[in-house]
């Protein structure tokens, strides 16, 4: 199922199961979190939003996060009868954030996992830390592999399981490189620092012990800054923590969810 620009897939889920909308990370497929979401599936009915640039969605033209997220808003629309329940993931994370300011009504409660309030924090924090994660992408193959097997554990890139898994995902729908440009210039630009006080949608702050690109100690200034927000760590698991620890991730989001 897919509507004019975003590209969407469902997982029923147990009858009359609520619905989680899952938007994944700055230009990857949501094949690419398929153990996560499998793992949601048994409590929740799983949306997953590919926004242009990403999967099987349209192609990527310049844009910004807060433009993304009027297309995931419309997304959700047409797939979620009323409020859902949405998670985002790092560039997805700063999409949701937009979605939650711009278009309450339509989220019921909010996961932000291993993203930031503002991008330009995350490309200048702990430069020494990002030298060594770009290092790690040169010269790995296709840009959007590279990337995301870039921001695994070490643990997990040793996994041949888990590593062909990646590439598995992302090569099923191959995408130009310039968009992840776009995309990374979107990033960069992302400042809701001064309207996340506006967020009244219950929010789990969701971060990965190991997360080499975005610190802790700002993913505690976004979940300070949302009235009511709380926090979780996955322990193991570093940037792309769905990916990572699936099933610890997924339970963390369950857990949240019930106890709402």
């Not at 924090?125 to 921001?151: C, D, I, T």
């Not at 190991?210 to 610190?215: A, F, H, K, Q, S």
């Not at 699936?246 to 709402?260: G, I, K, N, T």
Request: proline share 7%; net charge negative.
């Amino acid at each position: 199922m897919s509507d004019d620009r975003a590209a969407v897939s469902v997982i029923d889920g147990p009858a009359n199961a609520a619905t989680l909308v899952v938007v994944p990370p700055l230009g990857m497929p949501a094949a690419l979190m398929a153990p996560f979401t499998a793992q949601l599936a048994k409590r929740l009915r799983v949306v997953t939003v590919e926004l242009p640039g990403a999967g099987h969605a349209d192609r990527l033209h310049p844009t910004t996060t807060r433009a993304q997220a009027a297309i995931l808003a419309d997304a959700m629309r047409a797939s979620c009868e009323g409020p859902a329940h949405l998670f985002g993931s790092s560039y997805g994370g700063m999409v949701a954030m937009w979605v939650a300011i711009d278009a309450p009504s339509l989220v019921s409660a909010l996961v932000l996992a291993s993203t930031v309030a503002r991008g330009r924090d995350a490309i200048v924090a702990e430069p020494g830390e990002k030298l060594a994660l770009f290092a790690r992408a040169l010269g790995r193959g296709p840009m959007r592999v590279a990337l995301a097997e870039a921001v695994l554990t070490e643990e997990t890139r040793r996994s041949p399981t888990q590593t062909a898994q990646v590439e598995r995902a992302i090569e099923a729908s191959p995408r130009d490189d310039t968009e992840l440009l776009w995309l990374a210039a979107a990033v960069a630009a992302h400042d809701a620092s001064g309207e996340l006080a506006t967020i009244h949608a219950p929010t789990l702050v969701l971060t990965g012990a190991d997360d080499e690109l975005v610190p802790a100690r700002l993913q505690d200034e976004l979940a300070a800054a949302i009235p009511n927000a709380k926090r979780a760590t996955i322990d193991e698991a570093g940037h792309a923590l769905s990916v990572d620890r699936p099933e610890a991730s997924a339970r963390a989001v369950l857990e949240f969810l019930a106890s709402l």
